[in-house]
């Protein structure tokens, strides 16, 4: 009778030596010589490999043949203490199954040591790989921290929509979402697409932020977070940018734009804490591999505050480094990737909460600041990252944002249900957006942001 499969992150455990158990996963290396063949195995629950040991007095050289790199086996035998370096325990094995086979000719993961662009053309192949098994492994963890992060401070997981009518961001790079025949529009009698045949009746995208509904939410339930997938159309092919991406968006109701600072830092360092403690195996690996200043990176955010000021103070600090940027600053102008980076990296060499920015680039729910030209912003900036986090205090007076809407000249009949919660009850509330991706990205040390996610979405390409 078969018995009961062991995952094999289970196995390192001295109490199991002796034991007769039972292990199945794929094959990552096979060596040995006549007498003795060893194989790696790997089953995806631990970076860790098992080694399993087949003596050739009990099995035939024909029987073993089949065992390559990739190949998949389930094995019984008998749980030892290893002779062998690198190693606690290893299999002594008594009986093998293959369940299938890996031909050496074409399995694309034959060798070690391919790059990670060759891997991403592998990318249904690519979790196969201790890079990658490590960077999803720690995507999980993290996901699970943030739901706990919530749930442990009563906020309420809120399911916003994923095809909108609204356009939260007022930023336009939207994915249409329609199943009128592109090839033979309707047409109005002014030459405009006739939404009305559509399967809504309007024109719909995918949404480019839960915030809107998430602020219903909130003004309803008090505290509540979003997380799901986003979709933005932007045309920008940067190692910090995906146009599927996973959002994170908090929205609490009293809360002002401290309270808001104060959450996103408990939140991020939360977070980068439950990865240290829960999975440094993965942690250390990519260390070693990619990043030799990954751990003390992480700890250090840990340690300290991070700083807060204004973006008007940023600008000039900026305008006084020595440093030749790119794109010159001035006051007005957004922020660079190469400007957030400086003031983490060079200025303050810490984590960095910037607020107030011009009210001209930012978005149109964010409460005004009473000079006229800031709004309550704040972006979180990180080292090797840049922006990670966006938000902002709202906007909760009806009269200002109404007049917002129209300064911008923002169809007003998208936006009546969002103007009520500014109608009925309204409360000063404040929240942000973390970029999930981002967030794993700063954990794992990973330079592209299509090393992080499974199946990148990115400007010509969405092959897997
Ligand atoms: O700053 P953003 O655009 O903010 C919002 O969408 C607000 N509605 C959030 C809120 O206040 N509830 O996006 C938030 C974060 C960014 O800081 C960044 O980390 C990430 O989302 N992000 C992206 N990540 C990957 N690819 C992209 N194209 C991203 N665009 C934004
Ligand atoms: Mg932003």
Request: proline share 4%; charged share 25%; aromatic share 12%.
């Amino acid at each position: 009778m078969e018995i009961k499969r062991t995952k094999i992150v289970d196995i390192f455990n001295p109490e199991l030596v002796g034991e007769h158990v039972c292990v199945k996963g794929w094959v990552r290396t096979r060596r040995g010589n006549k007498h003795v063949q060893f194989v790696a195995l790997n089953d995806g629950s631990t970076i860790k490999n098992l080694q399993i040991v087949f003596d050739l007095q009990k099995f035939t050289e024909e029987q073993l043949r089949p065992i390559n790199t990739g190949s998949s086996l389930h094995v019984e035998g008998t749980l030892v203490a290893s002779q062998g370096k690198g190693q606690t325990v290893e299999i002594q094995a008594e009986t093998v199954e293959i369940y299938g086979t890996a031909d050496p000719e074409t399995y694309p993961l034959q060798k070690k040591g391919h790059t990670l662009e060759f891997l991403r053309e592998k990318a249904h192949l690519r979790m196969r790989t201790n890079t990658f098994g490590a960077v999803f492994r720690i995507r999980h963890h993290l996901a699970f921290a943030i739901h706990k992060f919530f749930n442990d401070r009563g906020f309420f997981y809120l399911h916003t929509p994923l095809i909108t009518a609204s356009d939260c961001e007022g930023a336009g790079d939207m994915f249409q979402v329609t199943t009128l025949n592109l090839g033979d529009l309707p047409k109005n009698e002014d030459g405009t697409t006739d939404y009305s045949q559509d399967f809504f009746g309007k024109s719909t995208s995918l949404t480019v932020s839960g915030q809107l509904e998430g602020e219903l939410g909130a003004t309803a339930l008090g505290a509540i977070y979003t997380f799901g997938p986003t979709f933005r159309a932007e045309n920008s092919n940067t190692p910090r940018h995906l146009a599927e991406f996973w959002m994170i968006e908090p929205e609490v109701a009293f809360n002002d734009i401290t309270d808001n600072m104060d959450l996103a830092e408990d939140f991020i360092k939360y977070c980068v804490k439950y990865a240290l403690d829960h999975c440094r195996d993965d942690i250390d690996f990519l260390c070693q591999m990619y990043d030799n200043s990954l751990i003390e990176r992480l700890e250090s955010v840990l340690r300290e505050p991070f700083v807060r000021l204004t973006y008007t103070e940023g600008i000039e600090i900026l305008s006084q480094a020595k440093k030749k940027f790119e794109f010159p600053v001035s006051w007005g102008v957004d922020l660079q990737s190469e400007h957030e980076r400086y003031l983490v990296e060079e200025h303050f060499r810490r984590p960095v909460i910037l607020t107030d920015y011009p009210r001209e680039i930012k978005a149109f729910y964010m409460k005004q600041n009473d000079d006229g030209r800031t709004v309550r912003a704040m972006d979180v900036l990180f080292p090797q990252i840049g922006e990670i986090i966006g938000g902002s205090e709202r906007e909760e007076n009806y009269d200002k944002l109404i007049a917002e809407i129209e300064r911008r000249k923002i169809p007003m009949k998208d936006m009546w249900w969002y103007l009520e919660t500014r109608r009925f009850g309204t409360v000063p509330h404040a929240g942000f957006g973390l970029g999930f991706e981002r967030l794993i990205l700063f954990v794992t040390g990973m330079a592209n942001i299509r090393d992080v996610i499974p199946f990148p979405r990115t400007p010509n390409n969405a092959e897997f």
